[in-house]
């Protein structure tokens, strides 16, 4: 079964760093664009990064530019959301999410289970 396994969440201070990882099984990372989404309690669930499989292209919400990184490794099949100079406004669950195609315009069709990201002092 396709498994998307989200980790490296935890708590850390404002102004700190943290690098979330998605290990994919089942299908190859490569061939699809990927991307991280977020929930934040009583809020919508949002999107964070997306990086197509094409060119490598990547794109950002606004509130994330300048601060956040997404990339992978192919050979590892895994994803990664490096995030740095969080604030208090970045608490949320965190998905990693897999979008139906190469490019992130597509529609997403799996999502892992979370990792919860606390940005407190």
């Known amino acids: 079964q396709l498994q998307l396994v989200e980790s490296g969440g935890g708590l850390v201070q404002p102004g700190g760093s943290l690098r979330l990882s998605c290990a994919a099984s089942?299908?190859?990372?490569?061939?699809?664009?990927m991307g991280w989404a977020r929930q934040a309690p009583g809020k919508e669930r949002e999107g964070v990064s997306c990086?197509?499989?094409?060119?490598?292209?990547?794109n950002y919400a606004d509130s994330v530019k300048g601060r956040f990184t997404i990339s992978r490794d192919n050979a590892k099949n895994t994803v990664y959301l490096q995030m740095s100079s969080l604030k208090p406004e970045d608490t949320a669950v965190y998905y990693c999410?897999?979008?139906?195609?190469?490019?992130?315009?597509?529609?997403?069709?799996?999502w892992g289970q979370g990792t919860q990201v606390t940005v407190s002092s």
């Open positions: 990086i197509s499989s094409i060119g490598g292209i990547t």
């Open positions: 089942r299908f190859n990372v490569a061939n699809y664009a």
């Open positions: 999410v897999r979008y139906s195609g190469r490019l992130c315009t597509r529609s997403s069709d799996y």
